[in-house]
Nanobody, 122 residues
């Protein structure tokens, strides 16, 4: 089992920045690929970013490329999502997830956190 706890969400104006963190406990964190997903009200959960267990492979959805950066610290069992130039359409509940591969597919991820809310005002 892997337990994931997100933090760092909040209310920010458009153009601002937030840094989300996800703390992992349980089984060996370094062996898992990590992903960030988000869900806006009335919409399906969507892929945001993913990072391989080695930290070498990264993937981003097109709408966040150049603005968001995913990173991990295996010594601290954390994965972060630095979000810059935020837009109102980035609003949603952000989840981190752990799985076998750094993909955009939700089904690839075995463990999920409870989410942290990000609200971007215009």
């Amino acid at each position: 089992q892997v337990q994931l706890v997100e933090s760092g969400g909040g209310l920010v104006q458009a153009g601002g920045s937030l840094r989300l963190s996800c703390a992992a406990s349980g089984r060996t964190f370094s062996g898992y690929a990590m992903g960030w997903f988000r869900q806006a009200p009335g919409k399906e959960r969507e892929f945001v970013a993913a990072l391989s267990s080695s930290g070498i492979v990264t993937r981003y959805t097109d709408s966040v490329k150049g603005r968001f950066t995913i990173s991990r610290d295996n010594a601290k069992n954390t994965v972060n999502l630095q979000m810059n130039s935020l837009k109102p359409e980035d609003t949603g509940l952000y989840y981190c997830a752990a799985g076998g591969r750094a993909t955009f597919l939700k089904d690839n991820y075995d463990y999920w956190g409870q989410g942290t809310q990000v609200t971007v005002s215009s």
